[in-house]
């Protein structure tokens, strides 16, 4: 043997080593696979050993994986090492920072507003400071990006940075270090009062904190009188398990069947409610759309298969997959699909994919089409896909997301190209965010309290016609037509804007709510005793 196929073959060897490595590295069900697996590393072995040219064997490797991952279902995903923790750092619940909102206005960063109790709130920067620079790197006038702002900030907690105000009324420019901390990211946008006895909650994801913040919120709102809840669950496209069956287990009673799951390689996993229920004497309506997926359904299925609570808005999604995150050696990771999850009546919600990823998704869209997003009768589900509620035998149905009790159409009446183009180009944000920035201290001090903001606040002419100038800059020629069409749109969505610069999410939300056809529908039944009991199939007894 020569001395260039004897390093070929140490080459290869070694390659052999690290895919045997990877495989002892996986969950015992993927032993049976390791024959393929070594002819998989073989070839990319021999790929960089003896091939004519020089090839990159690391972006074929990646080209393999994704490929293939495509083949299996819609959700099973590679993630690429550099992008792991920004994937994971939503669902988390935390990442380590110095714990400011910010936005980007010419090219310029915009204290909107410091996380309270974060580490730039507890050294006194403040709504408005602009941020200059950044361990001493000058950060206006290069076109930075939002990305570019968090690589910056971001960091180890206990790391410190640098960063030189701008503040307005000052001539010198303030110097901060800051040591980067444990920031929250918060799952629960918005908790409020909709009525005297009404609660109403947000949720926007399914994170580790997700249960934690619910729980919060809900003895918050009990301390305001609260009797029964909204839960919108809208355009929430899932998360971890885990925290939907945690605010499952806070409404249903003791020993009921909340979501089991079963695959090939994944024994039945039986998930049941404790004693712990809070919430198990109000009544719960959920809100749910086309955009409420995975642990959004989990915890909707739970509730509507134990007749607990009403299903208002449109059909979710159906992702009735789970997925585990499995890391690669180089940092990368696989979440891969290892079960199917079934709701307490034994409905699979997953919508079919047999024909193809692209056709999957393409079924999603084609709602828009056939009119099931404006027509409750629009969607006509087969007998085979019939179950029935647990209690009350009620007739739902599997395959292909939850149906709602109550059936709440898309509002297309505001719709008009001039709108969507305003929200498109970022005009009508930017210019709400030049309103804030220049009326800040007018506002906090015309507008004490939100109640007094959201009663009175109002934009002058002069303010519509700066709109439209932004909407100019933005290439976005004024229309008469479409401005009129929504205008009563813009204007609660640029208050709302406003409302959340100076105040919280919460405060946006119950801007934007206002006159919400899903949310007046809920508090309404749940208003009313006889009715919500009737929807659930509950008969009142004749004495």
Not at 53 to 81: F, N, Q, R
Not at 93 to 103: A, K, L, R, T, Y
Not at 243 to 258: H, T
Not at 325 to 353: C, E, F, H, K, N
């Amino acid at each position: 043997m020569n001395l260039s196929n004897t390093i070929t073959m140490k080459r290869l060897s070694l390659f052999v080593i690290f895919i045997g490595f990877l495989v002892a590295s996986l969950p015992v069900f993927s032993q049976g696979l390791t024959t393929e697996t070594f002819k998989v590393g073989k070839t990319l072995a021999l790929l960089d050993a003896v091939y004519v040219d020089s090839v990159d064997v690391p972006g074929i490797a990646e080209e393999m994986i994704i490929s293939t991952l495509k083949k299996l279902d819609p959700h099973s995903v590679y993630i690429p090492a550099d992008e792991v923790a920004e994937e994971n750092e939503p669902l988390q619940g935390n990442f380590e920072g110095i714990g400011v909102q910010f936005n980007l206005l010419n090219d310029t960063i915009i204290i909107i507003s410091p996380t309270p109790g974060g580490p730039s709130e507890k050294i006194g920067i403040l709504a408005g400071d602009r941020i200059i620079s950044i361990a001493g790197e000058t950060v206006t006038g290069i076109a930075i990006t939002t990305a570019g702002v968090r690589k910056r900030l971001m960091g180890p907690k206990g790391s410190t940075v640098k960063v030189m105000i701008y503040r307005k009324g000052l001539s010198n420019l303030l110097e901060f270090n800051i040591v980067r901390d444990k920031i929250p990211v918060n799952s629960l946008d918005a908790s409020y009062m909709v009525n005297a006895s009404t609660g109403y909650i947000k949720l926007s994801r399914f994170s580790e904190s997700t249960a934690r913040e619910f729980i919060e919120a809900v003895s918050a709102l009990k301390e305001k009188n609260m009797v029964n809840l909204i839960i919108d669950l809208r355009n929430n496209s899932g998360g971890y398990m885990a925290p939907a069956v945690q605010i499952a287990d806070q409404i249903l009673s003791a020993k009921k069947l909340i979501v089991y799951l079963q695959g090939l390689h994944t024994p039945r996993q039986d998930y049941t409610s404790t004693e712990l229920g809070t919430l198990e004497n109000a009544r719960i309506a959920i809100l749910t759309d086309e955009g409420s997926a995975s642990a959004s359904e989990i915890l909707s299925g739970a509730i509507q298969d134990w007749d607990r609570g009403i299903i208002v808005g449109r059909r979710t999604f159906g992702k009735g997959l789970v997925q585990n995150g499995y890391y690669l050696p180089d940092g990368s990771m696989v979440r891969l699909t290892i079960a199917r999850y079934y709701t307490p009546s034994g409905r699979s919600i997953q919508t079919p994919y047999s024909d193809g990823v692209d056709n999957y998704y393409k079924k999603f869209y084609s709602r828009y089409l056939t009119g099931e997003l404006l027509h409750a009768d629009s969607l006509n589900l087969p007998d085979s896909l019939k179950a029935y509620t647990i209690l009350n035998k009620r007739t739902v149905y599997s395959g292909g997301g939850i149906s709602p009790d109550i059936f709440i159409p898309v509002d297309t009446s505001d719709y008009s190209e001039y709108y969507r183009d305003m929200i498109r180009t970022s005009a009508l944000a930017n210019f709400c965010l030049k309103y804030g920035d220049q009326n800040r201290n007018m506002l906090h001090k015309k507008y004490r309290t939100f109640e007094k903001f959201n009663a009175s606040f109002s934009f002058s002419e002069k303010d519509l016609q700066e709109l439209m100038i932004e909407g100019e800059k933005h290439g976005v020629k004024f229309d008469e037509v479409g401005y009129r069409i929504s205008y009563d749109s813009m204007i609660k969505l640029m208050k709302a804007l406003i409302a959340r610069d100076l105040w919280d999410m919460t405060e946006y939300f119950r801007v934007m709510n206002a006159g919400d056809e899903a949310i007046s529908k809920a508090a309404e039944i749940l208003g009313d005793e006889e009715r919500y009991n009737t929807i659930l199939g509950f008969r009142r007894e004749i004495k």
